[in-house]
């Protein structure tokens, strides 16, 4: 899915703003027609989690219905070729109606959808955008939810959350990325795909493959633009898929030091008359797997970052630009490289400044913690769904290295994940995932649960390990929990033969507490912690990264091991440095090659 941008032949209006908002917990808002008229009785801000927004009204942990509802008038630059409705995500369901009429609706949350709502706008006259979103989750879903009852059957009471989750992160709910009504031609570029190939050491393949919604042109034309250059081709049109394969001599590479970004031009021609464009930026370069490294345009690159979350307080979820920013300065601060989209994918603009400044990604799907003895046929359809969807979205983004389609299955430690159903179903999410794109390596992190044997190292291509050594098993015993990472990874290592990185790893820390021996929850305990892990890890021949857990705490259910946050952060919630900021900014200071 493309990118929305603004130019000759492409309008966009953003809607980003207070709308009219209105609980339904009782789930009567349809059979009420609310789409006619909601009567709201509060206001929100989009985007944005409805749940610290709307705490004094008593949603902070609410789960269900909620309605949005907002009066919108279309000028007449809307008023030929195509009008869409897209939303860039609702967390995590959500219908939507225009001027009382239904249009469709959207399953799964953290990327965006659109509609053709062409014949339900009026050009010249107020409308009125209805959206229902809905934060309730269940075993097919992706990521799959629970519920207070299931915790009850499972004899899992003490593992009980509140509000009920399956992961560690806070369940916010809402429109938590913007809403656009944009406009295209009657024919116009519908996708664009950019695949690089270096060639020797002078030249790469570029292959673009352009979607095009109709046959009615004659041609496609494109230019390459650089600082200095415009390489202009073209091609023959009357199809709906047009593919180009070209070279070019002495391109200049995307890497963590310069990340040139090449701009290319796609104009639709009817007539020699240009009837649609569309502009992107690509980055040339090659990231594969050879033995026990990582190479980046053939060079050995080792990931030094973190697992991150989208969360800030008062926005949850929501898209926050000062935020971005902040957090992308700090990343380069401290002298990461990297970062894992926890769990879940982030908004796009994430990956747009990535491209821009030269940071590695692991893009990540929110499989998280699926829990074997619930999936159905549906469960798998939907991860599928979602692969595919991420995939789609984020192709062409070079920052973009590894796909994760999944993070720490069996997370309960269920023995009939061993029984081949955890190997089936992780073969055929492989097997699909390298189906829509082969030139990048895949992970699927695992838990210190799901151990050794876990059958997602059979197909990962980068073994990917989450432990907590010296926390949760061994806790305030570093000597030990550094002897045991050491002996387990050598043994994955070599009964896997595959490179490893350590996803996460890191301790709870409350900025301000101190000891002078190693304490819990000191900042003193969470320093030598990684500092410990970071060399052990950097002493291996088969490591090929290091992601501290987490970049800054977040907020997370309730749970009497978490004080409102998970506080592993080595920045607050608010990107405050603790003491293991600066640590491992000097660690990071110097070059593992």
């Not at 965006?112 to 014949?119: G, K, L, M, V, Y």
């Not at 991150?308 to 401290?334: A, C, M, R, S, Y």
């Amino acid at each position: 899915m493309l990118n929305l941008q603004v130019n000759s032949f492409r309008k966009k209006n953003n809607l980003c703003g207070i709308w009219n908002f209105r609980i339904d917990q009782e789930k009567i808002g349809e059979a009420e027609k609310w789409y006619n008229l909601l009567k709201p009785e509060l206001d929100i801000a989009v985007p944005g989690s409805w749940n610290e927004q709307l705490e004094a009204e008593g949603l902070m942990n609410y789960i269900g219905d909620v309605w949005y509802q907002k009066e919108l008038f279309i000028t007449n630059e809307f008023n030929e070729g195509n009008i869409f409705l897209r939303i860039d995500s609702a967390d995590y369901s959500c219908k939507v109606w225009i001027n009382g009429e239904y249009v469709g609706e959207n399953h799964g949350g953290f990327l965006p959808f659109e509609f053709d709502i062409t014949r339900y706008i009026f050009v010249n006259k107020i409308n009125l955008i209805t959206i229902k979103v809905n934060n309730e989750l269940n075993c097919n879903t992706i990521p799959q939810g629970i519920t207070a009852e299931d915790y009850e059957i499972e004899n899992r009471i003490r593992e009980e959350t509140y509000p009920p989750a399956r992961f560690d992160f806070f369940p916010f709910g809402g429109i938590n990325r913007p809403i656009y009504i944009y406009s295209t031609p009657q024919e116009f570029i519908k996708d664009v795909k950019i695949q690089t190939k270096l060639i020797g050491d002078t030249s790469a393949k570029l292959i673009i493959d352009t979607n095009i919604n109709s046959t009615n042109f004659d041609q496609i034309k494109y230019e390459i633009i650089d600082d200095n250059n415009v390489l202009e081709f073209t091609e023959i049109g009357n199809t709906h898929l047009v593919k180009s394969q070209l070279t070019i001599q002495n391109p200049k590479l995307w890497n963590l030091e310069n990340p040139f970004l090449y701009k290319l031009v796609i104009t639709l021609l009817k007539k020699d008359l240009p009837i649609d464009q569309y502009s992107m930026n690509f980055g040339i370069r090659d990231i594969k797997i050879e033995g026990n490294k990582l190479l980046l345009n053939n060079k050995p690159i080792f990931l030094r970052g973190f697992g991150k979350h989208e969360d800030f307080p008062i926005f949850g979820k929501g898209l926050n630009l000062p935020l971005l920013v902040k957090d992308f300065t700090l990343l380069k601060w401290i002298n990461a490289n990297s970062f894992r989209t926890s769990h879940y994918p982030y908004a796009e603009e994430w990956l747009d400044y990535a491209d821009k400044k030269g940071i590695l990604v692991i893009d990540e799907i929110p499989a998280v913690s699926l829990d074997f003895r619930k999936t159905t046929d549906q469960t798998l359809q939907n991860h599928k769904n979602f692969i595919k969807k991420l995939i789609d979205r984020d192709y062409n983004h070079p920052c973009v290295i590894m796909w994760a389609p999944g993070n720490e299955p069996n997370i309960v430690g269920e023995e009939s994940y061993y029984n081949g159903s955890g190997e089936k179903y992780w073969n055929e999410i492989y097997d699909y995932t390298k189906s829509l794109d082969d030139s990048r390596p895949i992970t699927i992190p695992n838990c210190q649960r799901a151990g050794v044997d876990d059958p997602v190292f059979k197909f990962s291509d980068v073994i990917s390990l989450n432990r907590y050594y010296g926390w949760y098993e061994n806790p305030g015993n570093l000597d030990t929990a550094i002897i045991r990472m050491e002996s387990e990874m050598d043994l994955i290592a070599n009964k896997y033969q595959k490179p490893i990185i350590v996803t996460e790893f890191g301790t709870d820390t409350v900025p301000g507490l101190h000891s002078i021996s190693d304490q819990m929850f000191t900042e003193e305990y969470q320093s030598k912690f990684l500092e410990l892990y970071c060399k052990l890890i950097e002493s291996k021949s088969y490591t090929i990264g290091e992601h501290v857990w987490n970049f800054a705490d977040f907020k997370t259910p309730q749970h009497f091991r978490r004080v409102v946050n998970n506080l592993k952060g080595v920045f607050t919630r608010t990107r405050d440095p603790k003491q293991a900021a600066y640590t491992l900014k000097k660690i990071w200071s110097v070059s593992k090659f």
